[in-house]
């Protein structure tokens, strides 16, 4: 009986040996809350939290919004899929395809806190966010997004790089850079679809916002996105 | 006492299947974390699926499957190493002239912040440079002046340089740009187990990749197979 309890208690230290192991081997780390989150070292040497403070997203802060249990919940498998670095999570479109608003406060919370050069995260965010345009906050969010000023380089958004142009290899470059605002003006867009198709009153209340949305994409000092924003706006009719 | 061995062998073997999957040799200064990140990339590409692919995408690549990209690339790509690849913002590059079935990563794999798309985007256009046999698809040369559907010059945004004149371009759907952005296309359109982000990150990428695609029989043939399906 001794033989057996033995055995037990060494396979389970061994699995649960192989098991940290391997989580320390692929990085992944889970977070309950932005602290920990922001603790936790970023799976390369960018910055994952700004170091300067940012003024976007902080008038979205709303202490009157009560984050509960479900809400953290939610956040700590954003923060477990930011960190994994991966992009198709089946949870993005499952535990995070509906977000109430505590959820989104949180989220929006970890969107100022994120270097900007962190744009595949921040457009994460704003990709999760889009998806669920229900509060007047959700749209000033995404305005806030495209009002930004422009990323100028994967490495500092600061400053232009000043290395010699790679044509070849920069392909792509200018979508990553662009990215948080390509994916916001695409989440009105998409609203703007919805409302055309279904006529949905409830979507329809907020018909001038997700215009002034556009608005903001049209105003954006990145090119792409201006242009993107203009070509909606002709089609928009009312 | 007598620990099952068997037990602890299917463990181990049951951890290291993903790395497994693929047969490339890694230089030993590859760091560790841009190792695992290209295995990551690489199973995840390799586990998706779908039910249908357009006719380029069949010539190409052959059907929607994870199996088949996984197979296309670790037929081309044999060893990776690390290397600056000439230029600060490079992620990835081949250098036929040193060995045509290398890949070589920069430490931007890791440290920029693409989607992962992005990277594997950059990944498979590398990927169809180690083809001697297609003269490596090498790029031609954008025209000048290089004008996008409504007039304007296409250029880059950031920096202001225009792409005319540059070896930035393709003349065929084969080659490097051609084929990721029909790969990505397909991703985008009929990949059933991706998530909407990795869709919506897949039309992004492929978009900005058609605009290096030139000859007017290429782009025509490529809107046929992609652009008018929706």
């Known amino acids: 009986m001794a033989k057996k309890t033995w055995i037990v208690t060494i396979s389970i230290a061994l699995v649960l040996s192989i098991g940290i192991f391997y989580l320390l081997k692929t990085g992944k780390k889970t977070g309950e809350d932005a602290g920990i989150a922001s603790m936790l070292l970023p799976p390369d040497n960018l910055p994952m939290v700004s170091t300067i403070a940012t003024p976007v997203g902080a008038k979205f802060t709303d202490t009157a919004v ?16 930011l960190l994994s670095r991966s992009d198709n999570d089946p949870r993005l479109d499952r535990e995070l395809k509906e977000l109430p608003a505590g959820s989104k406060e949180l989220f929006f919370n970890h969107y100022r806190f994120l270097a900007r050069e962190r744009l595949n995260e921040r457009g994460t965010v704003v990709f999760l966010i889009g998806r669920n345009l229900t509060r007047q906050k959700d749209f000033d969010f995404l305005c806030s997004v ?16 000043t290395s010699k142009q790679d044509y070849e290899r920069d392909s792509g470059e200018e979508v990553t850079l662009a990215y948080p605002q390509l994916v916001a003006l695409n989440a009105a867009t998409a609203y703007l679809e919805r409302i055309r198709l279904s006529h949905n009153r409830r979507e329809m209340e907020f018909f001038d916002s997700v215009l002034q949305v556009i608005k903001c994409g049209m105003r954006s000092k990145v090119a792409t996105i201006s242009q993107k924003a203009e070509l909606v706006s002709r089609g928009v009719t009312r | ?51 249908e692919a357009s006719a380029l995408h069949k010539q190409i690549f052959g059907d929607f499957s994870g199996k088949v990209y996984s197979d296309f690339f670790t037929s081309r790509v044999l060893r990776v190493g690390m290397n600056s690849c000439g230029n600060g913002k490079a992620v990835a590059c081949v250098i036929p002239f040193f060995d045509s079935s290398k890949m070589w990563l920069t430490q931007n794999y890791i440290k920029f912040s693409h989607p992962q798309i992005a990277r594997l985007m950059i990944v498979f256009h590398e990927s169809r440079h180690t083809e ?38 393709d003349n065929t759907p084969f080659g490097s740009y051609g084929s990721s952005l029909i790969m990505l296309k397909n991703i985008q ?42």
């Open chain 2, 1 to 51: 006492m007598k620990i099952n061995h068997k037990i602890i062998l299917g463990i181990l073997l049951l951890l290291a299947a993903p790395f497994a999957a693929h047969a490339i040799t890694f230089d030993t200064d590859v760091p560790k974390e841009t190792k695992v990140q290209l295995m990551q990339d690489l199973d995840f590409v390799s586990y998706i699926f779908g039910n």
């Open chain 1, 66 to 81: 009560e984050v509960s249990a479900e809400d953290r919940k939610k956040f700590g498998i954003l923060m477990e899929i």
């Open chain 2, 132 to 169: 001697s046999m297609n003269g490596f698809y090498t790029h031609a040369t954008c025209p000048d002046p290089f004008l996008d559907a409504d007039g304007n010059e296409i250029k880059s945004i950031w920096t202001g340089s225009s792409l005319s004149g540059e070896p930035a371009c």
């Open chain 1, 146 to 161: 495209l009002d930004e000023p422009p990323c100028l380089s994967l490495s500092d958004c600061q400053k232009a790089e």
């Open chain 2, 189 to 230: 359109k009929f990949c059933q187990n991706c998530t909407e982000k990795v869709k919506l990150d897949a039309g992004f990428y492929g978009d900005d990749q058609f605009k290096r695609i030139i000859n007017p029989g290429a782009v025509d043939s490529i809107k046929k197979d992609l652009y008018s399906l929706r």
